[in-house]
């Protein structure tokens, strides 16, 4: 789980404020601050109402920080995004574009002239997505010729195994691996 700067900054706070309370604690069952003293200090929160309020906003804060802390780990991941199939008698049918996305990247990578691949599936609608590819060939790779025979056979791919129309397939070159034993010295 990802904890956001934020929550760390909420969570450090408080674990600060516990600690100088358990630290004041210690000190006073120790017998090192006296306790009239700080008896004394607390009769002088009621001397007037800016310091109540104070006093209260400050209070107000941390318990605002415990409860934030408290559910911090509390977050749902969302749900996996799904696209409708078909409807049956039996129910409906629904395809998650995790699995779109994994049987495109499957395919693609069967394919010897790719050195690495990074994908995303978009929901277009309800029966369709469209597939964005950012590949990294291998050297000497006729790339335009490779990238349009990827787009139409990850298409038909996706298609024929998950039943999802697919609306589009965008190939983006991101980098073509050099072969050190042909670089020119």
């Known amino acids: 789980m990802k904890i956001k700067m934020f929550d760390r900054v909420l969570a450090a706070i408080l674990a600060l404020v516990v600690i100088a309370a358990g630290v004041l604690g210690v000190l006073i069952a120790l017998d090192i601050i006296a306790a009239p003293y700080i008896g004394g200090m607390l009769d002088n929160l009621h001397a ?11 209070i107000a804060i ?8 408290l559910f911090m780990g509390e977050r749902k991941e969302p749900p996996a995004k799904d696209i409708m199939l078909k409807t049956t008698e039996n129910g409906s049918i629904r ?5 779109i996305d994994s049987l495109a990247q499957k395919h693609v990578r069967s394919i010897s002239y790719v050195r690495d691949l990074r994908s995303q599936i978009i929901s277009y609608n309800d029966n369709s997505v469209r597939a964005k590819l950012w590949i990294s060939f291998m050297p000497e790779t006729n790339i335009p010729e490779i990238s349009e025979q990827l787009q139409q056979s990850v298409k038909e791919y996706v298609q024929k195994y998950s039943g999802i129309f697919v609306q589009e397939v965008s190939v983006f070159i991101d980098d073509t691996s050099i072969n050190l034993n042909t670089r020119a010295n």
């Open 95 to 99: 395809i998650s574009l995790f699995t």
């Open 62 to 69: 941390i318990l605002a920080i415990a409860i934030k802390v």
């Open 48 to 58: 007037t109402w800016q310091i109540q309020a104070i006093v209260i906003f400050c």
